[in-house]
């Protein structure tokens, strides 16, 4: 089962697991020309401000949402960037009646592939389907083709879009699993900042699968978590996150 759900996690389509860090933001809109950009937008490290849209700001959204559905309603309005090995993208969104914001890595050209990497501020998110009758998770999404949802649990399946439907999951909003990555034991501590004994340890040990703990929250760098009523914290970069528990 290790190795089907390590498969799984590897699967980029739409995973989003990467650090918490955009959320529905008012940007000031960048006065300017199509085809212009801020004037902070070609610093590595930098994010420009509510640009307006360029035909290749259009082309990297299109690329990197193709084929799903889930943003068939999504209408990208503004953008920032943000220079790295590539380019991140800040799209802001009218979603029908609101607004959201779809954030996509487009790497340097030939270097692979266009992506989303979060939705409305929520990385280590993801989707999942669901029944739509029932409301029974079915498993992580992976892909869809024009009347199917395909998704992952302990093997690849597939079910009709009338049937099912998709619902982002994140850690930001309280929800999924958290496990230790590497083996070994980390600390659960009383607070981000550790101060007080620890409320206990999670352990990896090869051969074994890991202790998994429901995600309460994200905050200040570490999954929160509950130990018998109390609320404990462990960093998030030595653990793994997933909107489903399928140990």
Known sequence: MGG??????????????????????????HAGKEGTQASDAGLAGGFSQGDTLTQTDRNAFAQATA?????????????SRQVVAGTNYRFFCKVGKDEG?????????????TLVTGINGQHNAALVIVNKKTGKELGRYEGETPKEYVGSLQDDFKVQKSKARLELRSAAAGEGYVWLRDFGTIAVKRSPAGYGDPLTTLSHTEGEL???MPCTGLV????????????????????????????
Request: with cysteine.
């Open 67 to 79: 084929g799903h559905d889930f943003f068939a309603d999504w209408m990208p309005q503004r953008v």
């Open 101 to 113: 914001t779809v954030e996509v890595f487009q790497p340097l050209n030939g270097l692979g592939r």
């Open 210 to 212: 890991p202790e998994v």
């Open 4 to 29: 089907l759900h390590k498969k799984a996690m590897n699967k980029t389509i739409l995973s989003f697991i990467l650090i918490s860090g955009f959320a529905f933001m008012g940007c000031t809109p």
């Open 220 to 247: 200040e760098g570490h999954y929160r978590v509950v130990v018998d009523g109390t609320y404990g914290y462990v960093e998030a970069d030595r653990m793994t996150w997933d909107a489903l528990n399928t140990f």
